[in-house]
């Protein structure tokens, strides 16, 4: 909430991650604040929780206690290196966990590490934890018990490391880190041309065979003994780009962009974020909401998936306890004993 204020005031992140969220205030110090956080989860389907480690077990709702007093509850748990293991009570973050699981390591250019720039271990974790969540609900359906979920930040960057882990294991070292080219695959990634770059990827014999003869004009190198499989391409990969780049060097990248589409060869361009932001495809496909915010109308990206027939719910920023009062009389507070928790501090 407090990372920053680029959000007409508001966090970039918060707002990003709680549209469409109720908020409540409670101080689990207050042993009231207890009772109201038991009587949420006796109504509830899921709890979602991404604590300190042990910080759960701390306040009594730890899921095994949870599973026994709420057979049907589905508790869904979130960590930094998940259960058991030397690293189990370590804090966590994503930058920590790029690091932990060689995601650094694959990013950059020759010497120079880069971390990737969006939170990738935390999104990783929330989307198996969903995909756990959601199984888990569904076996519920005809069984009628809930499940303890669990993942975690390593767990979600170990299988996202996959092929360079086993590129590392099975073939003795590690791919080379290659900045906005892939490390393998060449030719694969952003090419100079006489004003700007151009990104391409060049994946398969039919692909090579037209970009030697339609995008670069040199349909001889399709037969030269240093390029005639993958393995060789990368192997002289310093020499296969750099006669790319001076193939390309004169050549405007409106030009360069023509010929990749007359060679059915995948493309895309380097976009600032500002650009991004203001893609064609975006705007096209009304990719782009306002939703209500303590500081106004903003403008939202639209979730990541559509369902036939339904529009995406795109509900409010919450203000900080926005809903306390709405959600305590859904749980059976009166008035009265409302006003007697703002006056303890609870909420």
Same mark, same amino acid.
């Given at each position: 909430?407090?990372?920053?204020?680029?959000?007409?005031?508001?966090?970039?992140?918060?707002?990003?991650?709680?549209?469409?969220?109720?908020?409540?205030?409670?101080?689990?110090?207050?042993?009231?604040?207890?009772?109201?956080?038991?009587?949420?989860?006796?109504?509830?389907?899921?709890?979602?929780?991404?604590?300190?480690?042990?910080?759960?077990?701390?306040?009594?709702?730890?899921?095994?206690?949870?599973?026994?007093?709420?057979?049907?509850?589905?508790?869904?748990?979130?960590?930094?290196?998940?259960?058991?293991?030397?690293?189990?009570?370590?804090?966590?973050?994503?930058?920590?966990?790029?690091?932990?699981?060689?995601?650094?390591?694959?990013?950059?250019?020759?010497?120079?590490?880069?971390?990737?720039?969006?939170?990738?271990?935390?999104?990783?974790?929330?989307?198996?934890?969903?995909?756990?969540?959601?199984?888990?609900?569904?076996?519920?359906?005809?069984?009628? !018990?809930?499940?303890?979920?669990?993942?975690?930040?390593?767990?979600?960057?170990?299988?996202?490391?996959?092929?360079?882990?086993?590129?590392?294991?099975?073939?003795?070292?590690?791919?080379?880190?290659?900045?906005?080219?892939?490390?393998?695959?060449?030719?694969?990634?952003?090419?100079? $041309?006489?004003?700007?770059?151009?990104?391409?990827?060049? =994946?398969?014999?039919? !692909?090579?065979?037209?970009? $030697? !003869?339609?995008? $670069?004009?040199?349909?001889?190198?399709?037969?030269?003994?240093? *390029?005639?499989?993958?393995?060789?391409?990368?192997?002289?990969?310093?020499?296969?780009?750099?006669?790319?780049?001076?193939?390309?060097?004169?050549?405007?990248?409106?030009?360069?962009?023509?010929?990749?589409?007359?060679?059915?060869?995948? *493309?895309?361009?380097?976009?600032?974020?500002?650009?991004?932001?203001?893609?064609?495809?975006?705007?096209?496909?009304?990719?782009?909401?306002?939703?209500?915010?303590?500081?106004?109308?903003?403008?939202?990206?639209?979730?990541?998936?559509?369902?036939?027939?339904?529009?995406?719910?795109?509900?409010?920023?919450?203000?900080?306890?926005?809903?306390?009062?709405?959600?305590?009389?859904?749980?059976?507070?009166?008035?009265?004993?409302?006003?007697?928790?703002?006056? =303890?501090?609870?909420?």
């Amino acid at each position: 909430r407090r990372y920053d204020t680029a959000v007409k005031g508001l966090s970039s992140y918060f707002f990003w991650l709680n549209r469409g969220k109720r908020s409540l205030t409670l101080d689990m110090k207050r042993p009231v604040a207890t009772d109201i956080l038991e009587r949420l989860v006796a109504t509830s389907d899921v709890l979602v929780q991404n604590l300190g480690p042990g910080a759960i077990d701390r306040l009594g709702f730890s899921p095994g206690r949870l599973r026994h007093d709420y057979p049907a509850l589905v508790i869904t748990s979130i960590s930094g290196y998940g259960s058991g293991g030397p690293y189990e009570t370590r804090k966590a973050f994503d930058l920590l966990l790029q690091g932990e699981t060689g995601v650094i390591a694959t990013t950059g250019n020759g010497e120079d590490l880069a971390k990737l720039g969006i939170s990738v271990g935390d999104i990783g974790a929330a989307v198996y934890g969903t995909i756990g969540t959601l199984a888990a609900l569904y076996e519920r359906r005809a069984t009628g !018990q809930g499940r303890i979920v669990e993942t975690s930040l390593f767990d979600a960057l170990s299988e996202w490391m996959g092929y360079p882990a086993y590129y590392t294991l099975y073939g003795g070292e590690p791919p080379a880190r290659a900045g906005v080219r892939h490390a393998t695959v060449v030719p694969y990634g952003s090419y100079r $041309c006489a004003d700007g770059a151009v990104l391409l990827a060049v =994946q398969t014999e039919v !692909q090579w065979k037209a970009f $030697c !003869q339609t995008v $670069c004009l040199h349909p001889e190198w399709e037969a030269d003994d240093r *390029f005639t499989s993958p393995a060789l391409r990368r192997a002289n990969r310093d020499v296969l780009e750099r006669m790319i780049e001076e193939s390309l060097a004169a050549v405007p990248r409106e030009e360069v962009v023509r010929r990749l589409v007359a060679a059915d060869i995948p *493309f895309g361009s380097v976009n600032e974020v500002a650009e991004f932001v203001e893609h064609p495809q975006l705007t096209a496909r009304n990719r782009w909401r306002d939703v209500d915010s303590p500081a106004g109308p903003l403008a939202a990206i639209v979730p990541p998936f559509d369902l036939e027939g339904m529009s995406p719910r795109m509900g409010a920023i919450p203000d900080v306890g926005d809903h306390t009062e709405e959600i305590l009389s859904d749980l059976g507070y009166d008035k009265e004993e409302i006003a007697s928790l703002y006056e =303890q501090g609870a909420v």
